[in-house]
């Protein structure tokens, strides 16, 4: 939402949605033909892989591409293998796609034996197993670091991008859930002093209480419920030194954790806000997997040639090429705007107006850091204007007179250091 | 992935202000009108005749470099005219016609194409061609004998000259209500200070320029004018006089507020422009030149990128989160 200031002196500030006293039941699809499970490994030979096209699968049978790989996905649906690509990500990732033909009538997803043992012992091992494509994307690295062990793990109970109430819906409806997940992740800490702590906006503090964490209230001005943003907050002013020891786990994803455990099987029901070209929003609960082409539809939500479908909310996410595109862990919004709506960027230099610098949440020098990255002075960048302080909120692409696709530039540019940084450690 | 439906596919964010260079240009045109129409009521045709010519060829010069640059053409972005229609309000109502004509070739080939272009000029390009021309040129750009052969309601002189050369007591019979309803001899749009003003806030409001720079700018020349004239009243006007004569107004209001030009961190912009203040009646009062706002934006355009270092500390990442 977008609240410009009277006078106009101010630059107009973005405010994040906040979840009605009374929010929808989620509408649920359930996938018509196929699912698209992505693997976070490149397919590079097509010779002893696990998974063969025409395979049978079960609900909740574990993929992996190669015996002895590690990245895996599960499968919410049973049915045939009908295609294994691979797809290539944001930034050039590398992936495995893996389509897979839904059985007719066979819709009630069987308990994974496999999971529904591994669950009478809650810890770590068990998630690291089964639970990283879980809804709401949880990231377990962290905690199965041995050295330099977590001190903090941030549940983000906010959502951390505009339009989006996805987490906020499930701090709302499903606390017994979160209550559960906070138990597991006590567990998987083991007797490590771990604190757990919350952040929601200001109306739910009160909902998110009975989660038995302490809760922390967010503003509602964007980026200040971005991970980052709150774990400045949260620090205080010596945050430096208390690099790494923190983690972040969405509400989504404790939520489901504790399902898994106390239930026994795995949820592969993600929440996603839905946002049509009207602006109305709706909660859509589907399968991780399900194709975008099935939540359109179920939603009446129509969509013609030059249309854009974005995944994620409106400053972060990221467009898609394809109705058949799949809902992933992490998807928590899906947007469709109109031809109309979209304003493109230009090919103009900056012109040194200074709006982007006003609007930045961590005062990056954004007008000099712009002329670097045009140039590809990339490594100046980073030491001479603040490239690295950058959280990526898209704030300065959003106010920019010239229309200049900054944010692109400073993902292009951190992309292309990680780049040379990891060819150099190869090389030594 | 058999489905052949085109969508748009680009990066974030999706969403966007709205804003864009050519509105911002056109909103500060619009907002200059009311001034030059000023102009044109108290000048008539010759100066009609000169502002059309300037933007005119304002437009014409981008579009030959641009031509001879082999890059696109430019002109709808509504900076060449911009250039042309400021360059234009500084000018005396009969300037000759080759003297405009080689004005804007300064402002748009050497104020700002050769540097890059559109954000690249290290100055403010009309500053740089109305420079340039006092300097090679002065007694077409006098006021006093541009407009010798206009007769006028109120006193013909030059109110800036006649405080430089004969004192403060020249100047008495200058209101303040006289100079900023434009009761002055003047350039075509710099006379009307209540347009001016109007102009600027209208600005200011919308966003479009920087409160802090006009501001300071105008506090500037108000602090300094105070000191001299405390110093010495007989013969340093007041601050009264220098805030609404000369080119104060459009100094303030639609020059130094340039954007390539000037910084755009808050401190940085308080010290451009009330540097700029004190610079310009410093060279009224005791420089060589009869107006000293050209000189002193020059000046604090060159001191820009210095002092836009000063700027709050970059928050520094909690931790590596992918």
């Known amino acids: 939402m977008i609240n410009r200031s009277i006078f106009g002196i101010a630059p107009p500030k973005l405010t994040y949605d906040v979840i009605d006293a009374e929010p929808p039941k989620p ?10 499970l992505f693997i976070a490994e490149s397919l590079e030979t097509s010779s002893g892989l696990l998974i063969q096209t025409g395979a049978h699968v079960t609900a909740g049978e574990k993929l992996k591409l190669l015996p002895d790989s590690v990245a895996y996905a599960i499968s919410p649906v049973s049915g045939s293998v ?23 009538g066979a819709e009630a997803p069987q308990a994974d034996e496999a999971f529904g043992e591994a669950a009478k012992t809650p810890g770590l091992e068990t998630a690291l197993a089964f639970l990283a494509g879980l809804p709401g994307a949880p990231d377990f690295s962290a905690l199965a670091r041995k050295d330099d062990p977590v001190k903090t793990i941030l549940i983000m109970g906010a959502d951390n991008d505009l339009m989006t109430i996805t987490n906020q819906f499930v701090v709302k409806t499903d606390s017994g859930a979160i209550r559960s997940g906070v138990d597991i992740l006590r567990k998987m800490t083991g007797s490590r002093n771990v604190n757990i702590a919350m952040a929601v906006p200001a109306n739910l503090v009160q909902a998110a209480g009975a989660s038995g964490v302490s809760v922390k209230g967010v503003s509602n001005l964007y980026p200040q419920a971005h991970p980052e943003m709150v774990a400045f907050d949260f620090m205080g002013k010596d945050a430096a030194g208390s690099k790494d020891d923190m983690t972040f786990f969405s509400a989504e994803a404790v939520s489901k954790i504790g399902r898994a455990f106390t239930e026994g099987k795995i949820p592969f029901e993600k929440i996603i806000t839905f946002v049509g070209k009207d602006g109305a929003k709706k909660i859509v609960s589907a399968p991780v997997g399900t194709h975008v082409r099935d939540i359109l539809e179920k ?71 712009i002329r670097y990255l045009d140039a590809g002075e990339y490594e100046q960048a980073a030491e001479r204007a603040e490239l690295d302080a950058c959280i990526e909120c898209g704030y300065c692409t959003y106010v920019c007179e010239s229309r200049i696709p900054i944010f692109q530039h400073i993902r292009l540019a951190k992309h292309a250091l990680e780049r040379m940084k990891a060819a150099e450690e190869n090389n030594v | 992935m058999s489905n052949r439906m085109q969508l748009t596919v680009s990066h974030a964010p999706f969403w966007h202000t ?20 000023a102009g044109l009521v108290q000048y008539g045709i010759p100066a009609l005749a000169v502002i059309a010519l300037s933007v005119g060829s304002a437009m014409i010069w981008e579009s030959i470099f641009n031509y001879l640059a082999k890059r696109p053409n430019t002109i709808d972005d509504g900076n060449a005219a911009l250039i042309g229609l400021i360059f234009a309000m500084l000018l005396p109502a009969v300037t000759p016609w080759w003297v405009v004509i080689t004005g804007t070739f300064l402002a748009i080939v050497i104020g700002k194409q050769i540097y890059g272009g559109l954000g690249a000029n290290p100055f403010n390009p009309v500053v740089v061609a109305y420079a340039i021309l006092i ?60 347009g001016l003003i109007i102009g600027g806030i209208y600005l200011i409001v919308r966003g479009f320029i920087r409160w802090e720079i006009a501001v300071s700018f105008l506090a500037g020349i108000f602090v300094t004018a105070l000191l001299f004239n405390l110093k010495n009243p007989e013969v340093y006007a007041g601050p009264g006089f220098h805030v609404f004569t000369g080119m104060s107004l459009i100094g303030a209001f639609f020059l130094a507020t340039e954007d390539s030009s ?61």
Not at chain 2, 270 to 298: E, K, S
């Open chain 2, 135 to 194: 300097l090679s040129w002065p007694i077409f750009l006098d006021y006093n004998a541009a407009l010798v052969d206009y007769v006028f309601s109120f006193d013909p002189v030059y109110p800036m000259a006649a405080v430089k050369f004969q004192g403060a007591a020249a100047v008495e019979n200058f209101s303040v209500t006289d100079l900023l309803l434009g009761r002055q001899a003047a350039g075509i749009g710099t006379g009307f200070g209540i």
């Open chain 1, 299 to 369: 939603v009446g939500a129509s969509v013609k040639d030059g249309d854009r479908i974005v995944f994620g909310g409106p400053m972060t996410g990221v467009s898609v090429y394809s109705i058949d595109h799949p809902v992933e862990p992490d998807t928590d919004a899906i947007i469709v705007q109109d031809k109309n709506q979209i304003i493109a960027s230009e090919d103009l230099a900056c012109i040194n107006c200074g709006q982007c610098v006003r609007v930045c949440p961590t005062h990056v020098p954004v007008n000099e850091l």
């Open chain 1, 27 to 36: 509408i649920s699809v359930v996938p018509k033909e196929k699912v698209t």
């Open chain 1, 82 to 104: 009908d295609s294994v690509s691979p797809f290539t990500g944001i930034m050039g990732k590398q992936l495995t796609a893996v389509v897979i033909k839904t059985e007719n």
């Open chain 2, 18 to 37: 709205g804003s864009s260079v050519s509105v911002k240009y056109y909103h500060i045109m619009a907002a200059a009108m009311i001034a030059v129409i």
């Open chain 2, 262 to 322: 000037s910084p755009v961190n808050f401190v940085p912009m308080l010290i451009y422009g009330a540097l700029g203040g004190f610079l310009t009646v410093l060279i009224r009062n005791i420089g060589v030149h009869v107006d000293g706002v050209i000189f002193a934006l020059l000046i604090i355009s060159l001191v820009n990128p210095i002092v836009d270092k000063i700027r709050p500390k970059a928050k520094r990442r909690v931790m590596n989160y992918a």
